[in-house]
């Protein structure tokens, strides 16, 4: 079955603090992976984009990585800032664009 | 930066009542999507639409939906007869190809079936 599954589901972290998200999947066949950031009530935001050849891909803060062997991701965000409380999900595309969305943890920065 | 439009933000409907969300995908887009996401779940995929056909359904996507592209810009998801389940965020996302760099979403149309 095709599946993303996510750790922790949610998780409290303070200002200027680092935190690594993880992410299993089985999803087949596979495109790339995606991770998101969506706000409360607002759509998902793209972050990252890794296709299988990938291991490594950085956006400001944000550092996804990828073991397309293992079938695991993380995204680690450095230096957290307040707006940085959303929750960070993991997408897994198939081939022809459907997404597969794992459940997203919660992040809550702190001050 | 080119956005993905949906209307309304919000829309609270009777029980059997028909509706129609409304997108605006990014103009030089080809490939159009809906997801949804019931209150504290995951978002699930419904259905993909390129070339003026569904290319892939879910199970969720039975007979009650219906999508089309009536003109050259908008993308509609309609529901025949709502149902107390379907309350949900209802998500709208458009790429230039089928998985590629460019899949963007909308912020969502909000249904409340009651």
């Known amino acids: 079955k095709n599946q993303v599954e996510q750790s922790p589901q949610s998780l409290i972290i303070l200002e200027g603090k680092n935190c690594t998200l993880q992410c299993n999947y089985t999803v087949s066949p596979f495109s790339n992976l995606r991770w998101y950031k969506q706000d409360t009530g607002r759509g998902p935001v793209s972050l990252t984009i890794?296709?299988?050849?990938?291991n490594t891909k950085s956006n400001g803060r944000y550092t996804a990585t990828l073991d397309a062997d293992t079938k695991q991701s993380s995204l680690h965000i450095t230096a957290s800032q307040l707006s940085d409380s959303a929750s960070y999900i993991c997408?897994?595309?198939?081939?022809?664009?459907?997404?597969?969305f794992g459940q997203g943890t919660e992040l809550s920065v702190k001050p | 930066e080119p956005e993905v439009t949906q209307t309304p933000s919000h829309q609270v409907t009777q029980m059997g009542q028909e509706v129609i969300l409304r997108c605006v995908p990014i103009?030089?887009?080809?490939?159009f999507y809906w997801y949804r996401q019931i209150l504290g779940q995951k978002v699930e995929f419904l259905v993909s639409?390129?070339?003026?056909?569904?290319?892939?359904k879910s199970e969720i996507f039975d007979d009650q939906f219906s999508v089309e592209r009536p003109d050259g810009s908008n993308f509609t998801l309609k529901i025949r007869s709502t149902k107390l389940e379907d309350s949900a965020m209802y998500f709208c996302?458009?790429?230039?190809?089928?998985?590629?760099?460019?899949?963007?979403f909308g912020s969502g149309t909000r249904l409340t079936v009651v």
């Open positions: 997408v897994v595309s198939r081939s022809r664009g459907k997404l597969i």
């Open positions: 103009s030089n887009h080809l490939y």
């Open positions: 996302a458009s790429s230039e190809s089928a998985g590629d760099y460019g899949y963007t």
């Open positions: 639409f390129y070339n003026n056909e569904i290319s892939e």
């Open positions: 890794m296709t299988f050849s990938e």
